[in-house]
């Protein structure tokens, strides 16, 4: 993904979650091949639909403006849980996605409480 189609692809991951009911984005990143989001989404938001719509409204906005570039998603997504106590550290990992694959730091690990 070339920064110009990042910068699309992320705009339309940010409108597609503004206008989706129950859904709050909290940050979005990636490197050229992947992107990650941090969402909360209430319970009757389904994952697999949203990540559907999400992956249907990128594509469009993406093919319809670069014709050379167009989107062709990887089957499937993954998902990671996490409480609201890792939410800045969740934050800062998305934002850093580039350094980290750089580094070769790519692996999310959440420090274990107490109480987990």
Known sequence: MTPEVEETVHN?????CRMT??????????TETHVHIAVSID?????S???GEIK???SHEVNST????????KRGYGVVSFGK???????????????????????????QTEDD
Do not use: C
């Not at 009911?21 to 990636?30: C, D, I, P």
């Open 21 to 30: 009911e129950g859904v709050f984005l909290h940050e979005v990143g990636g």
């Open 66 to 73: 670069f014709m050379t570039h167009p989107v062709n998603w």
């Open 49 to 51: 639909n949203l990540i």
């Open 12 to 16: 339309a991951i940010v409108e597609k």
């Open 85 to 111: 106590q890792d939410l800045i550290f969740v934050l800062a990992y998305i934002k850093n996605q580039k350094i980290h694959h750089q580094r070769g730091t790519i692996s999310l690990k959440l420090e």
């Open 43 to 47: 319970s009757k938001v389904l994952i």
């Open 56 to 58: 249907g409204s990128v």
